[in-house]
């Protein structure tokens, strides 16, 4: 079962038996948004000229990931801050969380909170896959691997501050130092570096309006 780094970052970032976030939502769909465009740079699709993402031609093969891709290669030059705010939404977690159900990784349970408003939850069937990533990244906070995708799920994980949740025992400044990604490419760094810094600011927004 073909996996994104964003669908392992969404089984993470939910609890495996009820199906509940284990941040805020907003957070997680910028995160999302962040995971997708560091594996198209992962993969060598993207790099950064003059400040902006841009699109190295050729397809990976996956539906979302070509779609994204293709989005940055239509649109005029945009930073990557700009795109991780464009792709983020809600709609695109929900399709993510579709294409689990189809791989039967989660199922989808339908509820009414207080009885009134529909709500959609989505319960892990594969507990293994959500693992399987905790401990690769637990695995690049030890310094026991070069585990670049590992790695773009710490750095996202970190900054929306999931670490003492799904890795209680690691402490934060040692995922901290980890999140950093200084072992990944530059393109990738600089994904990550916005997808954190769009986070940062959308927390800080919530905060103050809270």
């Known amino acids: 079962m073909k996996v994104t780094i964003a ?7 939910h609890r495996a038996n009820d199906g509940k976030p284990l941040c805020r939502v907003a957070e997680i769909d910028l995160a999302v948004a962040g995971a997708l465009l560091a594996e198209i740079a992962l993969s060598g699709h993207l790099r950064i000229e003059d400040g902006d993402l841009a699109a190295q031609r050729g397809w990976l093969g996956d539906g979302v990931l070509d779609e994204v891709l293709r989005r940055v290669d239509q ?7 700009w795109w991780v705010r464009a792709i983020a939404s809600k709609a695109l977690r929900r399709r993510l969380f579709e294409r689990l159900v189809g791989n039967e990784a989660v199922r989808e349970v339908h509820s009414r909170f207080l009885g009134i408003f529909p709500s959609t939850r989505y319960l892990q069937r594969e507990p293994a896959l959500a693992h399987d990533a905790i401990e690769r990244a637990r695995g690049v906070v030890g310094g026991l691997r070069h585990d670049p995708e590992a790695t773009v799920l710490l750095a996202l994980a970190h900054e929306c501050r999931l670490e003492k949740k799904i890795m209680p025992d690691v402490h934060r400044r040692d995922a901290k130092r980890a999140a950093a990604a200084e072992s990944l490419d530059e393109t990738t760094r600089a994904v990550l570096l916005a997808a954190r810094k769009r986070i940062a600011a959308d927390r800080a927004a919530a905060h103050s309006t809270g």
């Open 7 to 13: 669908e392992k970052f969404l089984l993470m970032s």
């Open 75 to 81: 649109e005029r030059p945009r930073s990557a801050g």
